[in-house]
């Protein structure tokens, strides 16, 4: 799990690229935020990246996340 309640846009982006490039392909990260900037940027993030935006939840200020790491071939840059 990742937690990055009360940072701002771009930094949530940021810490989950970090944190799914060390994990194996099809593993899920769920992310906890507070930032409703996160809710498109992590639909831009995935859609451009190729991982999987597999569950969104919003209660109250919470936003959560899951993310499934992308099957790869090819080395992320």
């Given at each position: 799990m990742l937690d990055v309640q009360g940072l701002s846009c771009p930094?949530?982006?940021l810490k989950a690229n970090k944190t799914l490039r060390g994990m194996t392909?099809?593993?899920?990260?769920?992310?906890?935020?507070?930032?409703?900037?996160?809710?498109?940027?992590?639909k831009a993030f995935c859609r451009e990246t190729g991982h999987s935006l597999i569950a969104f939840s919003e209660e109250g200020d919470l936003l959560s996340f899951t993310i499934r790491r992308k099957n790869d071939t090819a080395p992320e840059d």
């Amino acid at each position: 799990m990742l937690d990055v309640q009360g940072l701002s846009c771009p930094l949530p982006v940021l810490k989950a690229n970090k944190t799914l490039r060390g994990m194996t392909a099809g593993e899920k990260l769920r992310i906890l935020a507070t930032d409703k900037a996160s809710i498109a940027d992590f639909k831009a993030f995935c859609r451009e990246t190729g991982h999987s935006l597999i569950a969104f939840s919003e209660e109250g200020d919470l936003l959560s996340f899951t993310i499934r790491r992308k099957n790869d071939t090819a080395p992320e840059d």
